[in-house]
């Protein structure tokens, strides 16, 4: 029984047995009904060695292609600078828990200041949290707040070109949480302002959700959409990849309540959809709505500064039976590695990573063109990531390019393929991925 | 060594950076193209720092934290458990880190035949039918398993079930998401032995109960020695039994949740599993089910064909979507790392020794500390403060004098039943000597509570800050760095 993990030797669990007063491991049990104690083995693996464990994952891995991104939706291959795994692998930070005993934890809560600080910063609005488990959760918590913001409304929109992986969780929570979702039409790849103003209008709507960059990479004009939301007293909420904030009108400007999204683009790995981080950011007025961990600023009895979860007297620390959320645990590692992502990068690094996709991504949409195989789905501003429609047969397209190491242009509508490309693409990718084209 | 005071803000200067990106080869296209209207206008305030600065900064920050690798972490109920280096390995390995997770299946066959085999292991140990992995944290998994609950009776158009009996000692997250997930939560209460009452239980079932949420061993670390009639009751009228797998770990080996009943649980793979718990995530909370709950579980589902190969499915009767995507894979590829270094040899320890460290250290204190329940516990138990009520020293002076000691303190005023709890889980990977010297130190506070109370009252004295004046901070929120400059 000397496995490496458990320290006992056969004597000290005599000596411990002894203290407690018991013959066996098994009189530790003995309240168990009988009928259920687990007499047999599990049918499980027998156990590994390190050497065994390294050459399964390898060999398991070897099942798995790994290809040259050009898709987002959702997920975006962005640059990872090597100091970050680094640092963020310190046990210090690594291993330990949320941090209840600020005193022994300002490591944890410092970084989360920074975090907070930074979000806020490229959401324009002041408040964040703690970090939240994904994009499309932290919109659904954004709806909560929302709803419970305007007490008795119950009706909460959503715009159709919000990224369906977010409207698939914001639907099942608004289900649960009894609130009505109704959808905003698009219209040319925008959010429909006119209907958007005829379902406020119907009145009973707590909250407004839309989405910068869109599902089809389209960076909406968001003008006069705050004012008509706030005169309906709802809120107005903007689901926005932080990292295009450096370049593009942040949340505030556009006049929004809450932003919300996942910041897995700020240089995060894509790891098959996890983990990644989630934000969520609201306005002073709402502050006290926000849920998970907030951090603040404060004085130890010395008059040192120091850092404290604070606003902890809400949701299910009290009154926890009228919870607008359950969120206890996030993804507070990968808010450190956001935050040192940002201050690596700083505004001036942000940037080029937004003009270097806005390049790479510009350049293959008009070699898509010149191929005569491809037409604009829409005609719009656009970053990193754009919508084409092709007359060749999508499936024999991306057989193709997947036969040659390419992931690219998904399906999302009869015909309609959508590409990304961030800082990571080479001309020469993007020249070979758009010359196997002529190969179909 | 020096006391750091710095955030990165603070080291910022205009023009130093901390990055190299290629050099933009198609220039021709450019953001300047865009329309004004869409651009940023407002200043964005990032630090400019050079790389060295920030690797200084962080590693001078990660010294005024204290993790499981420091030292002795009693926490209870969060199982601070080692966390094993080479699921840390495992789960850096490329092969897995660069999968897009919309990639075709067959691109990902590892990485798929990773989740479905580590959610069969979990459903192994849990004498379940089959577990989805896409929860991101215990609280979410808790709420997709209610979730579950909620779409099994609308499915058979049981309509009325809107309410979840949650026991007096439960944790905190479980009425937090049943509320959240819409259902109404009716109370029950404990015995003086710290176990439900089940004569409390009774007249509360009826047609409008959907199921009971149940922590076992609870959070006392008290098995609910009545469980399977708790079980019979509860199916009898028609609801199902959720199982807050929070307290998992001392089950290992030794029973299976399934086997008591449970129809619905989540495990907290950062506790039970060993994965890092990361200064507070990320998790991964999956959640699994008896037979006929298989098809409520959320989308996408990960299976496997005939033939042996796996593939992504969404079913129209589940329950929804609660992730983007698959769930924190990383987190799978190290709890899965964990179970094949045990393997089924050893795994069936982890339940007795945790228990076996958890009386050891309960045995040794009850001189020095009330406990309020003499019973054989799990994995942790309660004390209710110090035996001695005479010194005024209270629980919260005591979890501050530990830290001076070079602990962390254990869970306290938790659970809620008692007014001074000290809630201490060893775990099964500290040892004797380890937990000799809690003992002793333990002993030795609570001596200093009688000889010099003040030392205690006013720990702890040797950290890196001292006590935080958290009044202010919640009256006069500063929450960001802006804010900070605002005070200056």
């Known amino acids: 029984m000397n496995y490496k993990y458990f320290p006992h030797t056969e004597a000290d669990i005599e000596q411990m047995l002894q203290r407690i007063g018991v013959q066996s491991l098994d009189d530790l049990y003995a309240e168990i009904p009988a009928s259920v104690v687990w007499k047999k083995e599990y049918a499980l693996p027998s156990s590994m060695s390190e050497l065994e464990i390294r050459n399964y994952f390898t060999e398991l891995g070897k099942k798995n292609c790994p290809l040259t991104i050009f898709v987002g939706a959702g997920a975006y291959d962005h640059y990872a600078p090597s100091v970050i795994p680094q640092l963020i692998s310190r046990s210090e930070f690594l291993t330990a828990y949320t941090p209840y005993q600020p005193e022994i934890s300002q490591g944890t809560l410092q970084y989360i200041f920074e975090f907070q600080s930074m979000m806020s910063e490229l959401t324009g609005l002041e408040c964040t949290n703690a970090s939240m488990y994904d994009g499309p959760t932290a919109t659904a918590e954004a709806m909560f707040m929302a709803v419970a913001s305007a007490k008795k409304k119950k009706k909460v929109l959503i715009s159709e070109t919000v990224n369906p992986n977010v409207m698939r969780v914001v639907r099942t929570y608004a289900f649960y949480h009894g609130i009505t979702l109704e959808t905003i039409a ?37 003008t006069g959409f705050a004012e008509a939301v706030h005169a309906q007293k709802a809120l107005f909420i903007l689901n926005a990849d932080p990292s295009t904030l450096a370049v593009l009108k942040s949340p505030a400007e556009w006049g929004a309540d809450i932003a919300c999204g996942d910041a897995q683009t700020l240089g995060m790995p894509l790891n098959f959809g996890g983990p990644y981080v989630g934000y969520l950011s609201c306005t002073k007025e709402l502050v006290r709505k926000l849920p998970g961990r907030i951090v603040g600023a404060t004085k130890d009895v010395d008059g040192k500064r120091a850092f404290v979860l604070t606003l902890q007297a809400r949701e299910q620390h009290i009154r926890r039976e009228k919870a607008n959320s359950n969120i206890c645990s996030n993804q507070s590692l990968m808010a450190l590695y956001v935050t040192i992502y940002l201050s690596l990068m700083g505004k001036q690094g942000l940037r080029e990573v937004n003009e270097l996709s806005y390049s790479g991504a510009h350049y293959l949409y008009e070699q898509l063109l010149a191929t005569g195989k491809f037409t604009p789905a829409f005609n719009k501003p656009f970053l990193k990531e754009f919508a084409v429609r092709t007359t060749l047969c999508p499936k024999t397209l991306q057989e193709k390019w997947k036969e040659n190491g390419f992931f690219a242009g998904i399906e999302i509508a009869d015909g309609v393929l959508l590409f990304s490309v961030t800082e990571k693409r080479t001309k020469e990718e993007i020249d070979r991925l758009v010359a196997l084209i002529k190969e179909v | 060594m020096k006391y750091y005071d710095k955030l990165i803000f603070e080291l910022s200067k205009e023009g130093r950076r901390g990055y190299t990106l290629p050099e933009n080869r198609l220039k021709q296209y450019s953001m300047e193209e865009l329309p004004a209207s869409l651009k940023r206008e407002k200043e964005l305030m990032l630090p400019e720092v050079s790389e060295f600065d920030v690797v200084r900064h962080y590693t001078n920050v990660s010294n005024k934290n204290f993790g499981v690798d420091t030292g002795f972490y009693p926490l209870g109920s969060c199982t601070m458990k080692y966390n094993p280096k080479l699921n840390e390995e495992m789960a850096a390995l490329p092969a897995f880190t660069s999968l897009h997770p919309l990639q075709p299946e067959d691109t990902v066959q590892g990485a798929l035949e990773l989740y479905y085999r580590f959610a069969h292991a979990l459903a192994e140990v849990s004498g379940l039918a089959e577990f989805t992995l896409n929860p991101f944290a215990g609280a979410h998994g808790e709420l997709t398993g209610l979730m579950v609950m909620r779409q099994y009776h609308i499915q058979r158009g049981d309509l009325k079930r809107t309410k979840v009996i949650v026991p007096n000692s439960a944790h905190g997250t479980n009425p937090a998401s049943a509320a959240v997930c819409g ?80 129809d619905i649980m989540h495990i907290n793979v950062h506790k039970t599993f060993s994965t890092p718990h990361g200064g507070g995530g990320p998790g991964s909370g999956p959640v699994g089910v008896a037979p006929a709950l298989v098809d409520y579980l959320p989308n996408p589902h990960v299976k496997k064909r005939a033939d042996g190969v796996f593939y992504v499915e969404n079913g129209d009767k589940a329950s929804g979507s609660v992730s983007g995507f698959l769930g924190n894979f990383g987190v799978m590829v190290r709890g899965y790392t964990y179970i094949l270094s045990l393997g089924k040899e050893n795994i069936k320890m982890v339940g007795p020794l945790a228990t076996l460290n958890a009386n050891y250290i309960k045995e040794s204190l009850k001189e020095e500390y009330y406990l309020p329940i003499e019973d054989i516990c799990k994995h942790e138990f309660v004390f209710d403060g110090l035996a001695d009520k005479s010194t ?62 003040e030392s205690v009252r006013t720990a702890p004295h040797t950290t890196p800050v001292r006590r935080l004046d958290e009044t202010t901070a919640a009256k006069h929120p500063i929450l960001s760095y802006r804010d900070l400059l605002k005070e200056v």
């Not at chain 2, 020695?225 to 080996?253: F, R, S």
């Not at chain 2, 830290?403 to 000290?422: C, E, K, R, V």
Request: aromatic share 6%; hydrophobic share 40%; net charge negative.
């Open chain 1, 186 to 222: 698009e219209k040319d790849g925008c959010t429909d302002k006119a209907e958007m103003e005829r379902l406020l209008q119907a009145g009973e709507v707590a909250g407004v959700i839309a989405a910068s960059p869109n599902k089809y990479g389209i960076i909406e004009d968001f």
């Open chain 2, 183 to 262: 259902l109404e939560i009716v109370e029950v209460k404990s015995k003086e032995n710290g176990r439900i009452d089940v004569e409390d239980l009774k007249p509360l079932l009826d047609d409008t109960i959907a199921g009971i949420m149940m922590t076992n061993p609870n959070t006392l670390g008290l098995f609910e020695t009545e469980i399977l009639e708790i079980a019979q009751l509860v199916h009898a009228c028609g609801g199902l039994l959720y199982y807050d797998g929070a307290n998992l770990n001392p089950l290992l080996g030794k029973c299976r949740p399934g086997d008591m009943g449970f």
């Open chain 2, 392 to 453: 005024g020293v209270t629980t919260l002076d005591i979890a501050k004098r530990l830290l001076d000691y070079g602990y962390h303190a254990p869970t306290i005023y938790f659970p809620l039943l008692f007014h001074q709890s000290i809630m201490i889980e060893p775990t099964e990977t500290e040892s004797i000597e380890t937990l000799d010297e809690f003992i002793h130190v333990m002993k030795v506070v609570a001596q200093e509570a009688k000889d010099d109370p």
